[in-house]
């Protein structure tokens, strides 16, 4: 007997939310105590007087299952609103990251250069390594990335997404 499974989707969610204690603990405990997995999570306070934050998640499921996470997540009694920015279409989303490479000689050249492909900004250098900052879509920070593990790549710290939907409609 063959057994027909829905295929999983990525999915970036705008989840509005009171900024209190333990919210953020309470939506990653969701998603574990169901076993979803959280690909990406960003939060930052969104309001003047930081009462309200915005959490980004990225999240794959099936669409029964994204179904019930933005119920789940609906039912959570600091969120304000939850919107699945893939599923209401045309959404911008890009990732902010640092990455430390190792840079003498050749290499340091090479690695200035791909730097300016990627537009890259230098934000420190000795004279043995850099410190990029490179902000975009994932796939773009994550091809700078290999070619830089190509140069003497050292360390990387990523962001995660941040996401807004296109036009004049909030989420």
Not at 51 to 63: D, K, M
Not at 70 to 84: F, G
């Amino acid at each position: 007997m063959h057994i027909k499974t829905e295929a999983s989707e990525r999915h970036t969610l705008a989840v509005i939310v009171d900024n209190e204690p333990g919210i953020l603990a309470r939506i990653a405990g969701l998603f574990t105590a169901r076993g979803y997995n959280i690909e990406s999570l960003t939060v930052s306070e969104i309001t003047a007087d930081k009462s309200v934050s915005r959490i980004t998640i990225v999240t794959s499921a099936s669409p029964a299952t994204m179904e019930q996470i933005m119920a789940q997540l609906d039912r959570l009694v600091p969120v304000h609103k939850v919107t699945d920015l893939t599923a209401q279409g045309a959404h911008v989303e890009r990732e902010l990251a640092l990455i430390k490479v190792r840079g003498t000689g050749d290499h340091r050249i090479e690695a200035l250069r791909l730097a300016d492909v990627y537009r890259a900004r230098v934000v420190d250098a000795t004279t043995s390594s850099f410190v990029f900052e490179v902000t975009g879509s994932i796939e773009k920070i994550d091809k700078f990335v290999e070619l830089m593990g190509e140069v003497g790549l050292i360390e990387v710290a990523r962001t995660g997404i941040v996401a807004i939907s296109r036009g004049k409609e909030a989420a």
